[in-house]
T-cell receptor, first 118, second 114 residues
């Protein structure tokens, strides 16, 4: 058990709909990362938050957005869903994002949310 | 060309064999990560390293920064080691301060037969 929790575990929805995925980082971790794992693209970095602020963006679509709340939990919002958005969505947390040019910290992954868009 | 390349893509071996999985990367990094993903989907961090060698139980990870290459070794392999092993790198965070999210290889699917 990594200490990172994600809800829900499974989500089935229809095209055009909007869903929210939730992540609670390990106690004391300030940084949250969101990743998408699909069959054709593999694992991809979406977005990172540190202590409530957006820190880095990866391959996140404009239809997707995220935020980190004062209690450090994070939500990933996916809207206007398409069939291709079906994937496993992982959240990971680390203690600090690392200093600029520095090493960064080990990331601990949650169990993931499996999203199926029909 | 993917920034992180792993080989082999698939590996089947007999219990007890010494296993090596290789990873090459083409970008500047702050650290390299080895991850394990079991069929259930969960991802576990095995190692994070930026130089030299680390050992944990039967697992050993090495990195050569000059050659941009890392290897993951499993000694005395066991069927419970069957999983996908993923190499990932974290950048130097030059864009906004702090290490960026991970860039992943495609993974090595390892099966250890009894």
């Amino acid at each position: 058990d990594s200490g990172v929790t994600q809800t829900p575990k499974h989500l089935i929805t229809a095209t055009g709909q909007r869903v929210t995925l939730r992540c609670s980082p390990r106690s004391g971790d300030l940084s949250v990362y969101w990743y998408q794992q699909s069959l054709d693209q593999g694992l991809q970095f979406l977005i990172q938050y540190y202590n409530g602020e957006e820190r880095a963006k990866g391959n996140i679509l404009e239809r997707f957005s995220a935020q980190q709340f004062p209690d450090l939990h994070s939500e990933l919002n996916l809207s206007s869903l398409e069939l291709g958005d079906s994937a496993l969505y992982f959240c990971a947390s680390s203690a600090t994002p690392g200093l600029a040019g520095g090493q960064g910290d080990e990331q601990f992954f949650g169990p993931g949310t499996r999203l199926t868009v029909l | 060309k993917n920034e992180v390349e792993q080989s082999p893509q698939n590996l089947t071996a007999q219990e007890g064999e010494f296993i090596t999985i290789n990873c090459s990367y083409s970008v500047g990094i702050s650290a390299l990560h080895w991850l394990q993903q079991h069929p259930g989907g969960g991802i576990v961090s095995l190692f994070m390293l930026s130089s030299g060698k680390k050992k944990h139980g039967r697992l050993i990870a090495t990195i050569n920064i000059q050659e941009k290459h890392s290897s993951l070794h499993i000694t005395a392999s066991h069927p419970r080691d069957s999983a996908v092993y993923i190499c990932a790198v974290s950048g130097k965070g030059e864009s906004g301060g702090g290490a960026d999210g991970l860039t992943f290889g495609k993974g090595t699917h390892l099966i250890i037969q009894p």
